[in-house]
């Protein structure tokens, strides 16, 4: 199972005000496990950064200035992605940007139903809690090592975070339902057979008298002993 892990940044909150996506982070997993294949490109605006933006990822005009326009990298974000399962941490945010950004330029959008919300997971698995990225880690024990945001890096930070809302690094462990993996399979063809060797008894002689005795005089003819 093929899945992408990402996370934007952008220069506010809301697409139809004029925000925009100034970086885009993403992670492969295959069947939940990081394949090294990444996905990042810092983009240009075309448009400035509000100081409260710039505080949260550091990401200026100046160092934003001549990177590519999204408009340059939408198909090549696409490709990457195809049809797997987009692992998002509060995916309402990031998948409004992005198909905001897509119908500009007049590509497909992306399908809603193809997000898994980690915040989501998060707060039914761990109702009441803090769900921020920063709270699951210390929860997990993630070291995040960082002063500021990064799609790139809080990509990888959040592949970790889900892997653990799932269960772990073997999230497939548990017990399988019926008809489905090869191990059910094998069990299910698995039937006893008699040992070659039958095993020595362990009650020694006098032991096995002293019981034939105690059946013949105490229990009679009828006793249930006697058939075995």
């Keep these: ?13 809301d697409p ?13 997993l295959m069947g939940h ?15 400035s950064m509000p100081q409260e933006a710039f505080e949260v990822h550091g990401l200026g005009d100046d160092f934003l200035r ?4 999204f408009a340059e990298v939408g198909q090549k974000f696409l490709d990457f992605i195809g049809d797997a399962k987009l692992v998002i941490h ?7 940007f992005l198909n905001a950004e897509l119908k500009w330029m007049n590509l497909p959008q992306i399908p809603w139903e193809q997000a898994v919300d980690t915040l989501m997971i998060a ?16 929860r997990f024990g993630i070291t995040t090592e960082r002063d500021l945001h990064g799609a790139l890096l809080d990509s990888e930070i959040l592949a970790e975070v889900y892997l653990e809302l799932i269960g772990g690094r073997q999230p497939d462990f548990g017990l399988a339902t019926a008809g489905g993996s090869q191990t059910n399979q094998n069990e299910a063809a698995w039937t006893p057979k008699p040992r070659p060797t039958a095993l020595p008894p362990r009650i020694s002689e006098a032991e096995a008298e002293a019981h034939a ?7 009679g003819e009828e006793a249930l002993w006697r058939k075995f």
């Design 123 to 138: 707060r039914k698995k761990f109702p009441g809690s803090p769900a921020s990225l920063d709270a699951l880690c210390r």
């Design 90 to 96: 509060n995916a309402a945010f990031d998948m409004k």
């Design 66 to 69: 001549g990177k590519p326009k």
């Design 33 to 47: 496990v990081a394949t090294g294949k990444t996905f990042h490109e810092y983009i240009d605006p075309e448009r």
């Design 213 to 219: 005795a105690f059946v013949a005089k105490e229990l």
């Design 16 to 28: 139809q005000s004029g925000d925009r996506i100034v970086e885009i982070g993403a992670v492969e």
């Design 1 to 13: 199972m093929r899945e992408i892990v990402l996370d934007t940044e952008t220069t506010g909150f």
